[in-house]
């Protein structure tokens, strides 16, 4: 049994992994001023809610996108599990084949998504995590992870229109009834969401055509990526815990 843990800027998901079956998932807010006691607070709390021996834990594993949090994350699973956790980085091995500029550049969060959805889909792929930032990557017939795109993320492009104009609201981010919307809420609901499911759709059309051949499969994942899949226009898969699952294939490479 593992602990796996994504953070997130905006939420961390952990994750407590018994092989290959999830026991409990559980989303919390990413909070840069909690202290490593405050967060080892939080996991103790969380497998106690779900009936998890903590003594029956062997390990845990980290990715973290926000470097200024990773040693208090470390701490705090230490002081839960009293072990060490392995951290998604420089040393790690991963089995992906990086093509970009700087391999030492690319983000945790999308080796682990690389990892997972090279291991449970055919190539060539898009994966799309939609997070505070959307990012788009791009695996070929090789297996080769060529790069991708960055974008602003649905809730970050709603609550800038909001906070940059006198008369749009904070909305709240749910699915409109139609994309032509006669009221000032659900036309904001129709932009972002249709806008954002066409982006995906877009998108991986575009790199079909740099691509040269037709993906296999086009995956999303992240905290919004249930919401708009609905509204794609192409095949979608949705994996909800894309991250848990090539959290737990890199922890299994590195055990040893």
Not at 138 to 153: N, S, T
Not at 167 to 182: D, G, V, W, Y
Not at 212 to 231: K, N, R, S, Y
Request: charged content about 20%; glycine content about 10%; overall charge neutral.
């Amino acid at each position: 049994m593992i602990f796996a843990i994504d953070a997130g800027n905006t939420h961390i998901v952990l994750g407590c992994m018994e092989g290959s079956s999830l026991l409990f998932t559980a989303r919390v807010h990413t909070d840069r001023a909690k202290t490593a006691d405050e967060y080892a607070l939080i996991f103790r709390n969380l497998c106690d809610l779900h009936q998890i021996d903590r003594q029956r834990v062997e390990g845990a594993i980290l990715s973290c996108v926000v470097s200024e949090l990773t040693l208090s994350l470390c701490r705090a699973i230490e002081i839960v599990i009293h072990q060490k956790p392995l951290v998604v980085g420089a040393g790690i091995k991963t089995g992906l084949n990086i093509k970009i500029d700087n391999p030492a550049q690319l983000g945790a969060d999308l080796v682990v998504g690389a990892v997972a959805a090279l291991a449970k889909h055919p190539k060539p792929l898009v994966i799309f995590d939609m997070g505070t930032a959307n990012t788009m990557s791009v695996i070929d017939g090789k297996g080769q992870f060529l790069g991708g795109a960055i974008m602003a993320g649905l809730r970050l492009s709603v609550d800038s229109l909001s906070a940059s104009t006198s008369q749009l609201p904070r909305i709240e981010l749910a699915a409109p009834p139609k994309l032509i919307c006669s009221n000032t809420i659900q036309c904001m609901q129709a932009g972002a969401v249709y806008g954002h499911a066409a982006m995906i759709d877009g998108l991986s059309e575009r790199a079909e055509a740099e691509l040269g051949q037709p993906v296999a499969a086009v995956i999303a994942t992240g905290g919004l990526a249930g919401l708009l899949v609905p509204f794609c226009r192409r095949k979608v898969i949705f994996e909800e815990n894309l991250m848990l699952d090539g959290l737990r294939l890199i922890y299994e490479k590195n055990k040893g």
